[in-house]
């Protein structure tokens, strides 16, 4: 099976916001805001966010770890440590890594009785 | 008819997921995940992908054909060889090809009863 | 006022399908397919967009201009020399330019009650 | 905490329109065009965004700041000086930094009564 890595090591995801509430509690109906992680390669990835806010200091690591031939999709509504993101809030990431993956960015906004989706690649170098 | 080839042989889409269930069964309805495979050369690519788990062996290589000046819009759904894509499960993939194709991820969710849509450009090397 | 130009000569959008129908008849509202196409220079694009189908040869050009300093918000469904773009079917587009431009994909569906959009940069080289 | 920049200094989004009207009054299901500039580095970013539109000048420069290691979600709904962006208007942006800064663009349409969201990282270069 192919373990050739892909990506790039830095990342950067301008826009961030978690919806405040949610039209449903099933856990894939929740809103949320996700960063997926592709390691595609032979070494474990070694993962650091770091949170940006309008208005106070940047916020983390957040530290993750993607085994070899992983993919993570990590919901940011989930992070707990150092703290967690409050909902409704606007923020940005920037995703550090010590082995090239991929990132994307993708919302589920559930907030009215439909779904709403957004996603784009993230902004690598 | 012009026949310049555009794109690059490498791609990764960090995304994947195929909702689990649909408010209609029409086809253009119908929840899917899918990866539009442009082929804008004059030669025949030959596109082997690879499916990335959260906690499993990644999965592949599906083969599919992109005929010279034709596209490819892919639904991961319906994928079977070597075995099917579970819905409702996080994956991410990556799509080599022999010669240049340009990528593009969309998912499209009904599960409610009306739509969201979602897409990117996916991220080549 | 600046007129520094900014982007690529080639592009693609390996994503296109124009929804069959819509739940309105507000042109705004209609679903439609577009790409916007944005001349920040200060000389005049002509700009040639190839149509790329899955089961048949490619068509075009479809010949647009877009002013300096200008954007150009195409909608594929009006497209119609040398022919229209049939609704319901899948197909890819590659647009060149003379100067630099820059181009990104983005659709409205409404053929549910509610509206579904999805944007993406176009790829471009 | 990390203060090294990411990014570019000229981005461009293509697409742009503020839908002409709201299913809601709460700031924020209220219908939005956004950028959001993500500075990460230890310098004060002094922004300059010009908007092109289809049928007459482009207009600017509109002059934001963004504080060093923060994020400014930019309505372009709520830009004033030198005058307000018309509503249900086809528009793009170029956005000039002094600065790297990370540039993406959402989208959230809440003329249904349900929400539409789209969002894409900006051209840059």
């Given amino acids: 099976m192919q373990r050739k890595p892909i990506g790039k090591t830095r990342w950067a995801i301008a ?12 856990r894939e109906l929740v809103s949320h805001e996700t960063a997926c992680l592709l390691n595609a390669g032979d070494r474990e990835a070694h993962v650091a966010i770091t949170i940006f806010y309008a208005e106070r200091e940047p916020s983390g690591p957040y530290e993750v770890t993607v085994a070899p031939g992983r993919t993570l999709h990590l919901r940011f509504n989930e992070l707990r440590d150092p703290e967690p993101i409050p909902p409704g809030t606007d923020f940005s990431s920037v995703i550090e890594s010590d082995v090239p993956i991929v990132v994307q960015h993708t919302r589920l906004d559930s907030r009215a009785s439909d779904l709403a989706l957004m996603t784009t690649a993230a902004y690598g170098e």
Same sequence: chains 1, 2, 3, 4.
Wanted: charged share 25%; no cysteine.
């Fill in 15 to 26: 826009e961030g916001y978690i919806p405040a509430w949610s039209s449903s509690d099933r």
